[in-house]
């Protein structure tokens, strides 16, 4: 099969999408493009475009505090962000019911919200080295493809599960993800696989699975956390429950050319606002090196602030150190 190649930059397509730098880039047209011709930089990454996950309010979320119908909303009022990340977890019920979805995107789009993806978890191990299990865990997912569709999502997100030798998992997640993919194809809905921990935060690994089913559907979600190769979800926010971390920066830059959206982690804020185990200047220097122009997702999961307080930090720290870059 052939390997996915990383598309070209197309700086006029993105240039008409971005109309918040509009006016500028007019101004500015031939000399910016043929400066970004000679050098292979996108000249309209200059600010990120920022969307929220809705796992930073999964606390609020299951104690009632606020509704999952109202998130794109507050996403907009509360946070001042117009793209948004669902969660499958909080749309169980809804799942197969086609109206809804189609009453939740007009929702977002009355707020000026775009929706994104949806985050799709506990709908079964898509490695599983039992093929009926697989098949059943594959077919799960399907409804979530169905639901994006309706959205106008562009993605879900998915996790790569299994039990087995690493020889295994890698031939059952061909199998698995290429099935899945082969259907997200078809409905023009690409399948993105995030690093949870164990093998799925083997980004060599992942990424060597990705070339082999050769499906421009099938990409990743590098999350800037979850790089814990001993535990299942991955999390790096206390270093002592990890025996063994997956390279951040290294698993980024392998990540990044199949990546349709970047997953800004955080856990606790020093004094500064800074992150302690996330070297945030590194990892968003390799997104704004590699020309990726997609939506950088807000997922907070610290202890100390509140998830209101969370995500506004987070958000101010990807504005602080975005303008530090080069």
């Known amino acids: ?57 999964h606390r609020a979320l299951e104690k009632g505090d606020i509704k999952a119908v109202d998130f794109a909303a507050i996403a907009k009022n509360t946070y001042d962000i ?23 995107r007009q929702r977002a789009e009355n707020e ?21 299990e697989r098949k059943k865990a594959v077919e799960n997912h399907f409804k979530w493809i169905n639901a994006a569709k309706i959205m106008g999502c562009h993605s879900i997100r998915v996790n790569a599960f299994g039990k087995g030798s690493m020889e295994a998992l890698e031939t059952s997640l061909i199998d698995g993800l290429g099935e899945l993919a082969e259907y997200g194809a078809k409905e023009e809905i690409n399948v993105l696989v995030e690093n949870h921990g164990l093998h799925t ?17 099938l990409g990743t979600l590098p999350d ?26 290294k698993a980024i830059e392998e990540f990044l050319p199949y990546a349709k959206g970047v997953s800004a982690k955080t856990y606790d804020f020093d004094s500064d606002g800074n992150q302690s185990l996330i070297d945030y200047p590194k990892l968003l220097q390799l997104v704004k090196d590699s020309n990726f122009d997609g939506y950088i997702g807000i997922e907070y999961e610290g202890e100390n602030l509140s998830e209101h307080e969370g995500i506004k930090a987070t958000k101010a720290l990807l504005k602080k150190v975005w303008t530090t870059l080069k």
């Open 1 to 57: 099969m052939t390997s996915i190649k990383k598309p070209k930059i197309d700086g006029r397509r993105i240039f008409m999408k971005n109309t918040a730098l509009g006016a500028i880039a007019i101004a500015a047209a031939p000399q910016v493009l043929s400066a970004a011709k000679s050098s292979g930089e996108n000249p309209y990454i200059s600010v990120p475009k920022i969307s929220l996950a809705q796992w930073s309010m």
């Open 82 to 104: 117009d793209a948004v990340e669902y969660v499958n977890q909080f749309y169980v019920d809804m799942a197969n019911k086609e109206k809804f979805w189609s009453q939740l």
């Open 112 to 132: 000026g919200v775009k929706s994104l993806l949806i985050m799709v978890d506990n709908e079964g191990e898509l490695g599983n080295l039992n093929a009926n």
């Open 201 to 217: 935060s083997n980004a060599l690994f992942i990424t060597g699975i990705i070339k082999q089913i050769g499906n421009p559907f």
């Open 224 to 249: 800037f956390g979850n790089w814990c190769l001993t535990t299942e979800w991955g999390s790096t926010a206390n270093g002592k429950n990890c025996t063994d971390i997956y390279p951040q920066a």
